[in-house]
């Protein structure tokens, strides 16, 4: 079925997704490295399984050689009906040993395979986890999700199947072979003559079917991307009635998807033909050049029944071995999406010796401070400030002109590029990650809330904090009136991003969090944008408390919120420009002055 390709106007809007087909020649360190998974199960479960591997590899190459040389060319051909059923008997209990290893078999590499993406799924979470906002500023939540659900789901059938059918096979393979050339040498090398032209043939089909898998997780990671960010802005696309047009985009990535699985299907479906094409090659030759060696007898007919049904198991595992690969390749290309992740480092790392303070006072100093996200543009140019302990301060300024970019320097999301931050003397780069941002509560203007209950959320801030202080802390903040009159109270689930919240709810939450956290430094980035301007008094009586005897950075457009701060920051593209009190800075006639003059004049024309 032919899907129809939207225009390049709809398919052009997608060109976020940092995901590139990873060009590389097949890695066998690589597969080391992924196969080092396993190590944790080298004791029981892996032993186990090769054991039954071995068992059921010596038992299916017993059978042929009991039916062809001792059931056929002694037991019938001799009429010794005696010994034809002391080998029935035996070929008996040798299928039903079979059928048990098999088994144990398959139930433990299902377990050990499920048990290995536990770990490998584990890992590349709690990595995620560690790392730096830059990376998540350049890739898309959709294409992290990709990487830790549908990328390690794809090593699932190596690591139940793959690695131990591998093992079996390739045992197969060298026991059939060497039987078939001790049984006839010169059948065995007739009926092989065509296995080189086989293997140089799906040699040339590797890189083709590599590059496919490879292209199908990268067009697999756009779909994904896409689909989140649509579901997360399904109330923008609705209210610019968007919605023809974002099916039209879904179409043309989803189409983009299914060719590229197509594709890759197409060539993995060449190797079996190809395989099946080489068996019946070689049965040909079988029958015509081991008909002549019996004729000539050079064979016997029983020597020739196990040949025949040895050749026919042949070409099983080559067949198997040919679906392994498959499975490998679809495994590389996945692995190493998951290993360049893996092998992401933090841009803000600590130092192996790096101090923890456990109790910060909250004098703060920006020494020179350069900082640019990218090449092109500085965010923050020669900063210089001095926070004391217990001030209050704010930062204010245009749109882009760094303010949250200061915020996010404290709490040591980024680094800066020239300069020093220290936090009561020590530089931010010689302490400890979780002791610094553990004493550090942020609430943003679009606050994030998780799904579970609002006692959950508020609790987010001190996960070992008491009932008690959850109901205290959104009463200090004025959360318990609205909380109280929900059908649960404050066990009533949120859902996800609390949408059952109106934003001033969901603000005021974030409030509580911060407070139950008992911080010794806040940050409020445009926290109360959102909150009507009853609440805001209320939560400015409120803040009176939390930021009493604490370090608080305050980012305001609202320049009526900030008139009592201890001090206040100018920024301009990236400079400071201006800095005082608010009666200081209004007699200076400057930058603040024009502000809060605009602001005047927009609320009297209001």
Do not use: C
Request: no cysteine.
């Amino acid at each position: 079925m032919q899907k129809q390709v939207p225009s390049s106007q709809v398919m052009n809007r997608f060109r976020y997704s940092t995901d590139q087909v990873i060009e590389k020649p097949f890695n066998w360190l690589q597969l080391w490295r992924l196969l080092r998974y396993l190590k944790p199960y080298s004791k029981k479960l892996l032993p186990l399984s090769i054991v039954m591997v071995f068992l059921t590899t010596a038992v299916r190459l017993t059978i042929p050689i009991l039916i062809g040389v001792y059931v056929i060319g002694e037991a019938v051909t001799t009429g010794d009906r005696n010994l034809l059923m002391i080998l029935v008997g035996v070929i008996s209990v040798l299928y039903l040993m079979n059928y048990v290893a098999n088994i144990y078999r398959i139930r433990w590499m299902n377990i050990l395979g499920q048990s290995v993406i536990y770990d490998l799924r584990k890992h590349l979470f709690t990595h995620v986890q560690w790392l730096s906002n830059r990376f998540f500023d350049q890739r898309s939540a959709g294409s992290i999700l990709v990487r830790i659900m549908n990328d390690i789901n794809s090593l699932q059938e190596l690591f139940t199947n793959g690695v131990i059918n591998l093992l079996m096979d390739v045992l197969m393979l060298m026991g059939i072979f060497v039987i078939l050339f001790t049984i006839s040498p010169e059948l065995a090398l007739a009926v092989m003559v065509i296995l080189p032209l086989m293997f140089l043939i799906s040699t040339k089909l590797r890189r083709r079917i590599r590059r496919s898998w490879q292209t199908v997780r990268l067009k697999q990671s756009k779909l994904n991307s896409h689909l989140n960010e649509s579901l997360q802005g399904i109330r923008v696309t609705q209210s610019f009635t968007q919605e023809r047009e974002n099916a039209q985009f879904f179409d043309g990535i989803n189409t983009e998807s299914f060719e590229s699985w197509r594709e890759a299907t197409k060539k993995n479906a060449t190797f079996r033909p190809l395989v099946e094409m080489t068996n019946a090659i070689g049965s040909a030759i079988l029958i015509w050049y081991g008909a002549t060696l019996i004729q000539n007898g050079s064979l016997e007919l029983g020597e020739f029944v196990s040949f025949a049904l040895l050749l026919g198991m042949f070409w099983e595992p080559i067949s198997r071995l040919g679906m392994v690969y498959n499975q490998l390749l679809v495994g590389m290309a996945s692995s190493e999406r998951i290993f360049e992740f893996l092998d992401e480092q933090p841009n803000v790392s600590e130092k192996k010796n790096a101090k923890t303070l456990d109790q910060i006072k909250g004098d703060i100093q920006f020494n020179q401070v350069d900082f640019a996200y990218s090449s092109d543009r500085k965010a923050l140019d020669g900063i210089s400030l001095d926070i004391k302990a217990g001030e209050t301060i704010a930062l204010v300024g245009h749109t882009g002109s760094g303010k949250t970019t200061i915020a996010n320097m404290i709490t040591r999301f980024y680094d800066p590029t020239a300069g020093e931050i220290k936090m009561d003397g020590h530089d931010l780069r010689d302490l400890s990650l979780r002791s610094l941002r553990s004493q550090i509560s942020i609430v943003l203007q679009d606050t994030f809330i998780f799904s579970g209950t609002i006692k959950d959320n508020i609790r987010f801030g001190n996960p070992n904090a008491p009932d008690e202080k959850i109901v205290e802390a959104a009463k200090a903040i004025g959360a318990s009136g609205f909380i109280e009159k929900l059908p649960n109270g404050y066990n009533t689930e949120v859902e996800e991003r609390g949408n059952i919240l109106s934003v001033g709810e969901r603000q005021l939450i974030s409030f509580a969090r911060a407070l139950l956290a008992d911080p010794r430094i806040i940050i409020l980035d445009e926290a109360t944008a959102s909150i009507d301007t009853e609440t805001e008094v209320h939560i400015q009586h409120a803040l009176k408390t939390l930021l009493n005897g604490r370090t608080a950075l305050i980012i305001a457009h609202r320049l009526s919120t900030i008139r009592e701060v201890d001090r206040i920051y100018v920024l301009d593209h990236g400079r400071l420009m201006e800095h005082g009190s608010h009666d200081e800075l209004m007699k200076q006639e400057g930058i603040y002055q024009r502000l809060v003059g605009s602001q005047f004049n927009m609320l009297e024309a209001l």
